[in-house]
Nanobody, 118 residues
Framework: QVQLVESGGGLVQAGGSLRLSCAAS????????MGWYRQAPEKQRELVAS???????AYADSVKGRFTISRDNAKNTMYLQMNSLKPEDTAAYYC????????????WGQGTQVTVSS
């Protein structure tokens, strides 16, 4: 069973940057559209960035121009570069397949917490 491990979160001041990593136990990024999700307390999980198997990317309006998704197939790792962070970016961040809500994803990892102070 594929395991996803997120890392790279932390506490940062508004305007700062963080780079999140998502390591997979198997080679999945070249065959699946994958995404970064986030969930803040008492809010629904949202997809903030995605990358297809062909490398096309898409972003939620709330992060467009500030976040960049990328992947390294050779390392079985996906990244999320987050710049110009805002307090409203505070959430637990997870990676998974874009179709996870349709039963076509992987078990959720533990996530990585991002906290942005004002």
């Amino acid at each position: 069973q594929v395991q996803l491990v997120e890392s790279g979160g932390g506490l940062v001041q508004a305007g700062g940057s963080l780079r999140l990593s998502c390591a997979a136990s198997e080679s999945i990024f070249s065959i699946n559209a994958m995404g970064w999700y986030r969930q803040a307390p008492e809010k629904q999980r949202e997809l903030v960035a995605s990358i297809t198997s062909e490398g096309s990317t898409a972003y939620a309006d709330s992060v467009k121009g500030r976040f960049t998704i990328s992947r390294d197939n050779a390392k079985n790792t996906m990244y999320l570069q987050m710049n110009s962070l805002k307090p409203e970016d505070t959430a637990a961040y997870y990676c998974n397949a874009v179709l996870v809500d349709y039963g076509l994803g992987y078990p959720w990892g533990q996530g990585t917490q991002v906290t942005v102070s004002s």
